[in-house]
């Protein structure tokens, strides 16, 4: 009988760890977190389970601290962990790696892929974004009409700025006609531009829940919009690409509606401090005024000295106006005299010279009339020889003749007759209709006459 070893319990412990190790070494678990718990120490204790079994889990401090989400009982995790055993209790151990949602593993993996896609283009630059207009009269509100960010939005604008006028563009934001609703709802807003800023908002959810703000187009749209966009989607530590495309992220829904509009009370007291500041520079304004006008008045002399200063000038105008007038009266009767002098010696010199320059504008006349009778001649007859040169029937009478076509134009090349064709042949005393029988190409009558030049053009 073969002898049976004997093994102390730290020791089995160990043997037991180390098969499990070479038999799983690190393994993906899925299931549900119960029983968490956090130490003072950073390390987190709990235990995984699903409805046949649960295994306890330890998660040292430094890899819980890269945990994005949080830790709580009932959330469905994937872990990845090594398979041991806890020797001072003897207890089967998961000593986990990492842990993150369950089912969310591959959404996540595009989440991330797009997010870096987007930024190495660019579109997540601080450059790129505008900053929230100081004075805003009207916002815009994209998301579910049924949805509750909808109505917190609306009490805290309410609440905080009752002046603002609010526009809904309604669209879905879950499942999946969400992502091309919201494009739908941003770009209608834009071609609109009726508000100041837009508010893209919704409630907290899952990544599943919250996938419709992950869309690229959707991003592209918020991030060349021609209006401010604040992302107000889910709670604080959840991030969609909308928040990075956006101009402004806010935490909350709430939170969106009270950073784009200022609080009526703070309006108020602005307005009161500013109203403050106006009576004050008005009553400083006025008090300098009215030094102003006492130093002019210190400066005016006394009304009697006006008035006699006046009165010498008025005086002294008066006088020099009636001297002027006397000069003009004087000046103008010398002139009347003058030209009354020249009157009656002119008419007598003008007519003599006006019939001698009609004498010689008569004796210049029948020449240049002569002259100009004959050039008009010279041009007729010109005219007369150049219109019998240009006559047909002139060309006719030398012995040519015309040949028309049966559309009626003239023929102007032999090599286009046919057999069977009609034609009119016309000389300067008559005309004959012939129809050719046979036709035959011959050699121009007048090749050795005009040379070349007539072989081409014939």
């Known amino acids: 009988m073969p002898e049976i070893r004997s093994w102390s319990v730290g020791a089995l412990a160990r043997?037991?760890?180390?098969?499990?190790?070479?038999?799983?070494?690190?393994?993906?678990?899925?299931?549900?977190?119960?029983g968490f718990t956090r130490a003072a120490s950073g390390h987190c204790y709990f235990a995984i389970r699903d409805q046949n079994a649960q295994l306890r889990c330890v998660m040292f401090r430094q890899r819980a601290s890269l945990v994005d989400f949080e830790l709580r009982d009932g959330v469905q995790v994937e872990l990845r962990a090594e398979v041991g055993i806890y020797e001072p209790r003897g207890d089967l151990q998961?000593?986990?790696?990492s842990v993150r949602r369950f089912g969310q593993g591959a959404l996540m993996?595009?989440?991330?892929?797009?997010?870096?896609?987007l930024r190495a283009e660019g579109l997540f630059d601080a450059r790129r974004k505008q900053a929230l207009p100081a004075d805003v009269r009207s916002v815009g509100i994209v998301t579910s009409t049924q949805a509750a960010a909808l109505h917190d939005v609306l009490v805290t604008l309410r609440r905080r700025s009752p002046q603002v006028r609010v526009v809904i563009y309604p669209a879905s934001v879950q499942g999946a006609a969400a992502p091309a609703e919201l494009v739908r709802a941003l770009r209608t807003a834009q071609a609109r531009a009726e508000v100041d800023v837009l508010l893209l908002v919704r409630g907290g959810g899952s990544l599943e829940d919250l996938w419709a703000f992950n869309d690229e187009a959707l991003a592209r749209v918020l991030a060349h919009s021609s209006i401010p966009v604040i992302?107000?989607?889910?709670?604080?530590?959840?991030?969609t690409i909308a928040d990075f495309a956006a101009d402004m992220r806010a935490p909350t829904p709430t939170a969106a509606a009270e950073m784009c509009a200022p609080a009526r009370e703070e309006l108020l007291a602005r307005l009161a401090q500013a109203a403050r500041a106006l009576h004050h520079a008005?009553?400083?304004?006025?008090?300098?005024?009215?030094?102003r006008v006492d130093r002019l008045q210190l400066r005016l002399p006394p009304p009697a000295r006006v008035l006699r200063a006046a009165e010498l000038h008025l005086r002294d105008l008066h006088a020099r106006l009636r001297q002027a007038l006397a000069s003009a009266t004087l000046g103008r009767e010398q002139r009347l005299q003058m030209a009354q002098q020249r009157l009656r010696m002119v008419p007598g010199q003008a007519l003599s010279g006006r019939a001698t320059r009609l004498q010689e504008l008569a004796r210049r006349l029948r020449p240049a009339l002569e002259q100009a009778r004959w050039q008009r001649q010279q041009q007729l007859l010109g005219l007369g020889a150049r219109l019998r040169a240009l006559d047909p029937s002139a060309t006719l009478r030398r012995g040519y003749c015309l040949a028309w076509q049966p559309d009626g134009s003239l023929l102007d090349d032999a090599a286009s007759l046919q057999s069977g064709q009609t034609l009119v042949l016309a000389t300067a005393r008559s005309a004959a209709s012939l129809q050719l029988q046979g036709v035959n190409t011959v050699e121009h009558p007048l090749r050795d006459l005009f040379g070349t030049r007539n072989d081409e053009s014939s």
């Open 15 to 34: 043997a037991l760890a180390d098969a499990l190790w070479s038999r799983f070494g690190v393994v993906t678990v899925q299931g549900e977190i119960s």
């Open 94 to 97: 998961l000593q986990v790696e």
């Open 109 to 117: 993996e595009q989440f991330l892929r797009l997010r870096e896609r």
């Open 231 to 239: 992302s107000g989607v889910g709670h604080e530590t959840d991030f």
């Open 282 to 291: 008005v009553h400083n304004r006025v008090g300098r005024e009215h030094q």
